[in-house]
């Protein structure tokens, strides 16, 4: 059996179910970079540089359908917004607000 998510011993074969369920679309932790979320600050440094965020990922067993958010929720994290002139040691702690989801399959909105 796996010892942690997504760890196994190497003659262990994944069950089918598994991989289903691992693989349909769902919200999945990702590294969002700050910059993405906040495009009009860049004249600062942000640290860390990119943010581990819920988002839409995976398959939906239908060419048709892709996944994508039902809802968004915000999150505050406390990360660090630096002016080029500033040294780490003077960077200022700020809390950003960023979005999570839910998902669902879905027709693609064009």
């Given at each position: ?43 600062y ?19 048709a ?38 998902c669902r ?6």
């Open positions: 059996a796996p010892t942690t998510e997504g760890e196994q011993k190497a003659h262990e074969v994944v069950k089918f179910m598994d991989v289903y369920q691992r693989s349909y679309c769902r919200p999945i932790e990702t590294l969002v970079d700050i910059f993405q979320e906040y495009p009009d600050e860049i004249e440094i942000f640290k860390p540089s990119c943010v581990p965020l819920m988002r839409c990922a995976g398959c939906c067993n239908d060419e359908l892709e996944c994508v958010p039902t809802s968004e929720s915000n999150v505050t994290m406390q990360t660090c917004k630096c002016s080029c002139k500033n040294t780490d040691s003077r960077c200022k702690a700020r809390q950003l607000e960023l979005n999570e989801r839910t399959c879905d027709k693609p909105r064009r």
